[in-house]
């Protein structure tokens, strides 16, 4: 019954830009802190960023900050990340995933109790 879909990835050229949603069922998102990974091949999975319950803080990890912005839209309860100026490092699969916690905190992928399924971004020219 909880579940977490993720959606938008693609394939985009440098510089262009995606915006990621990430919705939920079974659940009510704005009571959690929502992170955003992402893992590309041979690769460990890095957080990206997250966001925080009620207050909406935002955190982002330094290779995307300036380029990517994530907020709630509780009306859908659903979480988009904006993800502008791309760069073929970017290129992974996403995944949101949500921490019953009220605040970020940090990016230890067992610190999350849900996870969706992940979606494609390339970007390439």
């Known amino acids: 019954q909880v579940q977490l879909v993720e959606s938008g990835g693609g394939l985009v050229q440098p510089g262009g830009s995606l915006t990621l949603s990430c919705a939920a069922s079974g659940f009510t998102l704005d009571y959690y802190a929502i992170g955003w990974f992402r893992q590309a091949p041979g690769k460990e999975r890095e957080g990206v960023s997250c966001?925080?319950?009620?207050?909406?803080?935002?955190y982002y990890v330094d290779s995307v900050k300036g380029r990517f912005t994530v907020s709630r839209d509780n009306a859908k309860n659903t979480v988009h990340l904006q993800m502008n100026s791309l760069k073929p490092e970017d290129t992974a699969v996403y995944y949101c995933?949500?921490?019953?916690?009220?605040?970020?905190?940090?990016?230890?992928?067992?610190?999350?109790?849900?996870w969706g399924q992940g979606t494609q971004v390339t970007v390439s020219s």
């Open positions: 966001v925080s319950a009620s207050d909406g803080t935002t």
């Open positions: 995933a949500a921490d019953s916690a009220y605040y970020c905190q940090g990016y230890d992928p067992y610190e999350y109790d849900y």
